[in-house]
T-cell receptor, first 117, second 113 residues
Framework: GAGVSQSPSNKVTEKGKDVELRCDPISGHTALYWYRQRLGQGLEFLIYFQGNSAPDKSGLPSDRFSAERTGESVSTLTIQRTQQEDSAVYLCASSLAPQRGGYNEQFFGPGTRLTVL | AQKITQTQPGMFVQEKEAVTLDCTYD???????LFWYKQPSSGEMIFLIY??????QNATEGRYSLNFQKARKSANLVISASQLGDSAMYFC??????????FGKGTKLTVNP
């Protein structure tokens, strides 16, 4: 079946512009995550959606960052007034609903490489 | 707060030999999970292995095994019989009281022929 897809694969923008990144999770996955990976670094958690619960926004670095999810499907990550330090790969992941005492593998998309000039 | 430390920026191993990638963690959560992911140069994140904090035995998945030492808060990845295709970045991650994963900075593994 189809995996997690993200678009665009690459985005080059000018400082100060707004950008929207899209994530299509695996069908049936109620949990969706956004992470950021700066060059040569590990992944940093940004935001987590689970069903109709309030999202965990604890990783968003500033109020320029926001994300939405429509039901249990597509999510968009929006970065307003982009800065050069926003340049990174933005990865989306999805999983089945969390289970108590266990784990559900997070399946990652290919990422969107954002370059802010 | 949770923290993952990977102290080896780069590792080299000869093909067919075993290699250990180090990972130490810090958390105050009594229940947590530890993960290893592989990231080839193409950029995708590939799940390798999982260890739960209450699991009695070390996890194994094919050529991958996790050397879990709870008292030392370490979760080292052992790759046996290295292959050229194992060359990649390897990330250790943990999940504690929430569903988000906290990642280390990674180790770049190079397998030499």
């Amino acid at each position: 079946g189809a995996g997690v897809s993200q678009s665009p694969s690459n985005k080059v923008t000018e400082k100060g512009k707004d950008v929207e990144l899209r994530c299509d999770p695996i069908s049936g996955h109620t949990a969706l995550y956004w992470y950021r990976q700066r060059l040569g670094q590990g992944l940093e958690f940004l935001i987590y959606f689970q069903g109709n619960s309030a999202p965990d926004k604890s990783g968003l670095p500033s109020d320029r960052f926001s994300a939405e999810r429509t039901g249990e499907s597509v999510s968009t990550l929006t970065i307003q007034r982009t800065q050069q330090e926003d340049s990174a790969v933005y990865l989306c992941a999805s999983s089945l609903a969390p289970q108590r005492g266990g784990y559900n593998e997070q399946f990652f998309g290919p990422g969107t490489r954002l370059t802010v000039l | 707060a949770q923290k993952i430390t990977q102290t080896q920026p780069g590792m080299f191993v000869q093909e067919k030999e075993a290699v250990t990638l180090d990972c130490t963690y810090d958390t105050s959560d009594p229940s947590y999970g530890l993960f290893w992911y592989k990231q080839p140069s193409s950029g995708e994140m590939i799940f390798l292995i999982y260890q739960g904090s209450y699991d009695q035995q070390n996890a194994t998945e094919g050529r991958y095994s996790l050397n879990f030492q709870k008292a030392r808060k370490s979760a080292n990845l052992v790759i046996s019989a290295s292959q050229l295709g194992d060359s990649a970045m390897y990330f250790c991650a943990m999940r504690g009281g929430s569903e988000k994963l906290v990642f280390g900075k990674g180790t770049k593994l190079t397998v030499n022929p």
